[in-house]
């Protein structure tokens, strides 16, 4: 079973990422569980006919008690299961407990030894790998991080950051950096930036995914570019990308 945390500076496209990616391994015959740890809940939607799930937090806000796999996660495109932590109302409370709390349920709930997946992607919110958010890495959930960049300056510096994070964790046997995934803004000398920093950081450049409409087309139909057509050429970077990480001899 492989496990990867996904983080990267906000807005920087993490949940298209990662959707596709589980999609491209879902294409691949794995068989997927796709949990998003941010309040807004969206990171399985374009899995699920841009429908949104509900997520545990609202379920525990209103006082339900999930009692089955079934309560908390929905079935989407290629059999990819989809979980959403969610958050406490907005202004109150902390959402990173909200992350640790889910996951205390899907323990509970037996979800790896019932569903049995190939692979688990975890979604994980912004650039914060504190508290709640850095569950996925310190608490041994996830195998390694894989960090979405572009060549922008702030958007590196989040990935500085986050680097930094997780190789503090790497002498407990948590997680560590995989590497990172450019997600391409068309800034100059963008492939360049990018391959310096993973060089400066010891790490790989995964895969580079172009700007390309035929995201922005599939996204507006809620669906992965995957589902919309596997052969287009961005559907088979992700799918490249997915062979990548799981075949660990690289």
């Not at 807004?40 to 609202?58: E, H, R, Y």
Request: hydrophobic share 40%; glycine share 10%; proline share 4%.
């Amino acid at each position: 079973m492989y496990k990867l945390a996904v983080y990267g500076k906000g807005g920087i496209g993490k949940s298209t990422m990662t959707s596709n990616l589980a999609a491209a391994f879902s294409f691949l015959g794995k068989k997927v569980i796709q949990i998003g740890c941010d309040p807004k809940a969206d990171s399985t939607m374009n899995l699920l006919g841009g429908k949104p799930i509900n997520a545990v937090m609202n379920m525990l806000r209103d006082d339900m008690d999930p009692q089955s796999i079934e309560d908390v996660a929905k079935v989407g495109y290629g059999g990819v299961v989809c979980i959403e932590t969610g958050g406490p109302t907005p202004g109150l409370g902390c959402a990173g407990r909200g992350i640790i709390a889910t996951f205390q349920i899907l323990k509970d709930l037996k979800l790896v030894e019932t569903i049995k997946p190939d692979v688990i992607l975890f979604d994980v919110l912004g650039d914060v790998v504190c508290g709640g958010f850095a569950a996925p890495v310190r608490e041994g959930y996830a195998d390694e991080v894989m960090i979405v960049t572009s060549g922008e300056k702030m958007s590196l510096y989040a990935a500085d950051n986050i680097c930094t994070a997780v190789k503090n964790f790497e002498d407990r046997s948590y997680a560590k950096v995989r590497g990172v995934l450019l997600n391409k803004r068309n800034v100059p000398d963008e492939d360049e930036k990018v391959k310096a920093f993973a060089d400066e950081k010891g790490i790989q450049v995964l895969g580079t995914i172009p700007r390309s409409d035929d995201i922005n087309r599939a996204e507006e139909k809620g669906m992965t570019v995957i589902e919309m057509d596997p052969e287009l050429r961005i559907s088979r970077k992700f799918i490249e990308l997915a062979e990548k990480l799981i075949d660990k001899r690289d």
